[in-house]
């Protein structure tokens, strides 16, 4: 490893801090990943190198690298232009040096940065600033006498000399480091958040009803409630302000007022006070009130973003149904039911359209398509749509099964989500796969892959337009794109990729490959027939050493000529692996499995120059279940029969349903009436719950009672407590899961893999409106 700059050794302490990790660590990991190897790689095979790091530090040390970065650069540049300027001193360098934010540099840097021409800068040329000066040091002398000998053309009176002054003043104080920090520091922990309605917008902004008078501290307002304040303030409905209450206010005149000393009566602390008084109404106030608007912003699209990543992460390592024929249905009432059947690989083999419901209703030719698909391919699995007609269609479903000859085994019926399934549809990559097929109709068979294998089958979609976040549009776009990649680079390399039958677009997010080797890596299979080693992959146009060693790893060939090719053991360790076989003396192919046998050897004995106790342990544990799935069984939820809108729920019924999605402030659960409830953070468990994630994900199978039934506002509150919650919270439950609220709009059951608030569209589901308005207001 390279010896670390100073600057490289500064940025290495601080993340080590912010990870919980030691500077070495952190140095490593930075020089592995500059070299160009990706996380989930050094995550994986390096861990000798970097100590251990995992994933989700990785994530975060590549993020606050960046920023870090920057902030080292923008700190150099500070300093060189302050030098040129011959500014320069020991002391400035020093606070330049300890600057720990883009703040607290940019602070230091204001009385040195280029401006425009200022009220301060006239001022000077006037002659002012000995006016300035005299006022300072003689707080007893009257202001206006002072000004009296500095009139000129320029200043024809004793009020414009003050006035000159005191912007002279007021401009010392606006770029006065020490005091923009204190107040910053001051107005994080004392203001207060402030929205109020603009007349005449009341009616055009009713879903922000609940902030037309609203107020809370901004040190503690939740992300989600800051990013609906956001919008409301950005469409027009209400004015937002940040500010402290006028007891603050006047705290904060008094920190400006002390910078000058001003404390007596004498007639120029009076005027310095005035001077202060107005510096903060007119430009302090101001510039904090932009700062906090924005660092409020900044927290709040964060929470958003970690948010969505969470709930991707668990969408796409939802459990497969597994390599089972499966017919897909994507429910329409006037176009009809588009039905696809793909075989155990995903292959495409059948496509019909039927018309069970009006204007044609033909109930009775549909079903006898339904059971002619399922007799002609051996149907295992039904995945059906979670959009418009869903319940109808799986009524229609489960009655057709009913029709099946005795002794004829039903295949299992599942809703899944259709989030960004028309997005998929209507892409190049669809049109490129089924360029003959009609586009309503891929569709269907995109939902039919999803129920066999959801990962594979969603990086297909872009993530945002998976819909699984909280006000997922407000947010930073490139953050958020850039956040949801790694989470899918993250998801893919965990659970691992065949590499004789992965599309092109799953290929991609393998460590070290990328769109273009990809799709070289297919058109080789194609032309070549199927990898019967991962050595072979060398063979592939453009696949140098470097990218095989990043991603050869991650791939897996079954039945090949290599047995651990199947397996997570890189094949850097093949030799460790069969180090390990040859001391229990047996077949490889036979051993791989073995765990008895694999338990029995002692870790530390296999360990040399290269490889340390970590890697040693993960190939004994890989050869004890070779290509192992990290994902969950599959199970689904079961509808209650006879429950299939809002109107057959009643308070006190104990119901089935998968978590879609997760939230600060609670869950929402789809039973299967066409609109999600809300399990709220509180009803979550028979304990204090701070995050829902310590409870529940998205495509969690849950048990949950209903608890209050909102028919004419479409409000269900659930709760998962055994003591069935109280009235209160049951209340604010079913407020916050309306959809007059902005809470995700009516549909039918999922599968474990869903997570989408709304159907195919993937637009801004996350938002659940704005905020849900009252989610947390009376927490």
């Known amino acids: 490893m390279t010896t670390p700059t ?49 994933d989700t530090q990785l994530r975060t040390l590549a993020d606050r690298l960046v920023y870090l970065r920057e902030m080292e650069a923008r700190r150099a540049a500070i300093a060189t232009s302050i030098t040129d300027q011959g500014k320069m001193t020991d002391d400035l ?48 002398a009257d ?40 107040l910053r520091g001051f107005m994080q922990r004392s203001a207060r958040v402030t929205a109020k309605v603009i007349a005449g917008q009341e009616e055009k902004g009713a879903k922000f009803s609940d902030y037309f008078d609203h107020a809370e501290d901004w040190k503690s307002i939740p992300g989600h409630r800051a990013l609906a304040l956001l919008r409301a303030s950005n469409e027009g409905v209400v004015t937002l302000d940040i500010a ?48 906090l608007m924005a660092e409020m912003r900044a927290r709040a699209q964060d929470e958003a973003i970690s948010v969505f990543s969470r709930n991707l992460r668990d969408l796409l390592l939802a459990a497969p149904a597994g390599a089972r024929a499966t017919l897909g249905l994507d429910p329409g009432i006037r176009t009809g039911v588009k039905a696809a059947v793909v075989d155990a690989t995903g292959k495409l083999l059948a496509t019909e359209t039927i018309y069970p419901y009006p204007p044609k209703s033909d109930l009775r030719g549909s079903q006898a398509a339904i059971l002619r698909l399922i007799a002609a391919h051996g ?17 229609l479903v489960a009655d057709t099964l009913k029709l099946l000859p005795a002794g004829v085994k039903a295949p299992v019926k599942v809703v899944v989500s259709e989030a960004g399934a028309s997005v998929y549809s209507a892409s190049e990559l669809a049109a490129k796969e089924f360029p003959g097929l009609d586009v309503s109709l ?54 691992g990729v065949d590499l004789n039958t992965a599309s092109a677009p799953l290929l991609a997010h393998v460590s070290g490959l990328g769109a273009s080797l990809a799709e070289a890596i297919v058109a080789h299979r194609d032309e070549n027939g199927a990898f019967r080693s991962r050595k072979e992959l060398l063979k592939v146009s453009r696949l140098g050493p470097r990218a095989f060693e990043q991603c050869a790893g991650f791939l897996r060939i079954r039945e090949g000529d290599e047995p651990l090719d199947a397996s997570s053991v890189h094949p850097e360790a093949y030799d460790v692996a069969r180090r390990i076989v040859k001391a229990c003396g047996r077949d490889i192919r036979s051993l791989m499995g073995d765990g008895t046998a694999l338990k029995r050897l002692n870790a530390a004995d296999f360990v040399d120059e290269r490889f340390g106790l970590p890697t040693v342990r993960d190939i004994l544990t890989e050869l004890e279940k070779p290509g192992r799935d990290p994902r969950p069984s599959f199970v689904t939820a079961t509808f209650a029969e006879g429950v299939e809108d809002i109107k057959d729920l009643k308070p006190g019924m104990v119901l089935e349903g998968t978590v879609t999605n997760v939230a600060a402030f609670g869950a929402f659960v789809d039973i299967g009436v066409h609109q999600d409830g809300l399990v709220h953070v509180s009803q979550l468990a028979d304990r204090f719950v701070k995050d829902p994630h310590e409870v529940v994900k998205a495509g969690d ?49 999922r599968a474990p893999m869903s997570a989408a608030p709304k159907g195919k569209g993937g637009a801004d589901t996350g938002s659940f409106g704005a905020a849900l308005l009252d989610a947390m207001k009376r927490r």
């Open 6 to 54: 100073p600057t490289e050794a500064r940025i290495s302490r601080t993340i080590a801090t912010e990870i919980g990790a030691r500077s070495e660590q952190v140095s490593a990991a930075v020089e592995l990943l500059d070299g160009g190897a990706t996380v989930p790689f050094v995550a994986r095979y390096r861990k000798e190198v970097t100590g251990g790091l995992d």
């Open 93 to 140: 360098a020093t606070q330049i040096a300890r600057a720990a934010t883009k703040a607290e540099l940019e602070d230091i840097y204001l009385p040195y940065k280029p401006k425009r021409r200022t009220k301060a800068m006239i001022a000077r040329e006037n002659g002012l600033v000995p006016l300035s000066a005299a006022i300072l040091a003689d707080r007893k």
């Open 143 to 182: 202001p206006e006498a002072l000004a009296a000998g500095f009139l000129s053309e320029a200043v024809p009176s004793a009020k414009d000399a003050l006035n000159g002054a005191r912007d002279i003043l007021a401009e010392g104080l606006t770029e006065n480091a020490q005091l923009l920090g204190d």
């Open 244 to 291: 402290p209450d006028e007891a603050g206010a006047e705290q904060a005149v008094a920190m400006v007022a002390a910078t000058f000393e001003a404390r007596t009566s004498a007639p120029g602390d009076v005027w310095l006070r005035s001077v202060a008084g107005w510096t903060w109404r007119v430009k302090l106030s101001l510039s904090m009130m932009l700062d």
């Open 379 to 395: 149907v295992e699995l039904i995945a059906i749509g979670n959009g418009t007609a869903s319940r109808e269609t799986e009524k």
């Open 442 to 495: 891929r569709g269907a068979v995109s939902i039919a892959r999803r129920l066999q294998d959801p990962l594979a089958e969603l990086v297909k979609i872009e993530p945002k337009s998976i819909g699984v976040g909280q006000y997922q549009h407000d947010v930073d776009q490139s953050k958020l794109g850039h956040a949801l990649e790694g989470v899918v680079e993250d998801a893919v390399n965990a659970v």
């Open 701 to 749: 199978v849950v048990k949950v009672r209903v608890t209050e039934v909102d028919i004419p506002r479409k409000r269900i509150g659930l709760t998962m407590r055994k003591d069935g919650g109280t009235s209160a919270r049951e209340d604010r439950a079913a407020r916050e899961a309306s959809p007059s609220n902005g809470g995700p709009k009516g549909k039918p059951g």
